[in-house]
């Protein structure tokens, strides 16, 4: 399934392109993530903050793309454009998340269903000092770390390996990739232009999943399906299996 091969290619154009102070980090995440859990769900409170990622006043975007083509899927890279957490100055930080997967015959019968899978995944981290304060319906992410676990060395090495243990371990995936942009909030912005374009395939799917009328004429993504066309194909094959369940 190719429906987000042109915005990884865009991402790879920008992860080549010139950066503003020249600062990208590349690790190989292997093993296991070595941090110890909260137990519980983490809360970190105003006064214990020591960075704020994607703040509601600042920029944000955290998306998820998938694709069947392994090559263009850098297994277990995790990639900071900018600086790592420990290194930022600023307790409030705009914060771009970009995670892509690469599995095993994603098709128009269980890319939406696959996807919500792995999008529920990120709420299943538990990292002493780590909390996700919010997540919105518009791909945005809001999170906490603590003074306290930066002090103790918590990175996007940490949270990034977190991250693709949880993906990785689903029977269907075979390449994940994490990449975070705290560089600035241009660079966010930019991203965010890449996000906003899958954004719209996501809603289209979600709203064929959820919806009971297939009337186009009235879809608010009537132009999504039309110029995409793994999208006509999922809208028919969920048509079809709506209409064999009420048979």
């Known amino acids: 399934m190719s429906l987000f091969d042109k ?10 392109s010139p950066l503003e102070n ?9 093993g296991k993530t070595d941090w110890p859990s909260s137990n519980r769900r983490a809360l970190v409170l105003a006064n214990d903050t020591g960075v704020e990622l994607g703040h509601p006043r600042d920029a944000s975007t955290a998306f998820l793309l998938w694709t069947n083509d392994l090559k263009s899927v850098f297994d277990h890279r995790i990639t900071i454009v900018g600086p790592d957490l420990p290194d930022i100055a600023d307790q409030r930080i705009s914060f771009g998340r970009i995670i892509i997967v690469g599995g095993d015959d994603f098709n128009e019968a269980n890319s939406f269903e696959r996807y919500r899978e792995m999008e529920l995944l990120r709420y299943g981290i538990d990292l002493d000092g780590y909390m996700m304060r919010g997540v ?9 770390i603590s003074k306290n676990a930066l002090k103790n060395g918590f990175s996007f090495k940490v949270l990034g390996g977190a991250l693709i243990e949880k993906i990785a371990a689903l029977p269907y995936i075979e390449a994940t990739e994490v990449i975070f942009i705290t560089q600035s909030r241009e660079a ?51 048509e079809n299996r709506k209409a064999a369940v009420h048979a």
């Open 7 to 16: 915005h990884i290619e865009q991402i790879r154009q920008f992860l080549e």
């Open 22 to 30: 020249g600062l990208k980090t590349e690790y190989n995440h292997a």
């Open 136 to 144: 919105s319906q518009h791909q945005r992410e809001w999170s906490r």
């Open 188 to 238: 966010v912005l930019e991203i965010k232009t890449v996000a906003d374009g899958a954004i719209r395939i996501i809603g289209a799917m979600n709203k064929m999943a959820e919806s009971l009328s297939f009337d186009c004429s009235t879809c608010e993504y009537r132009d999504v399906c039309g110029s995409v066309a793994e999208l006509r194909s999922m809208r028919k094959a969920i």
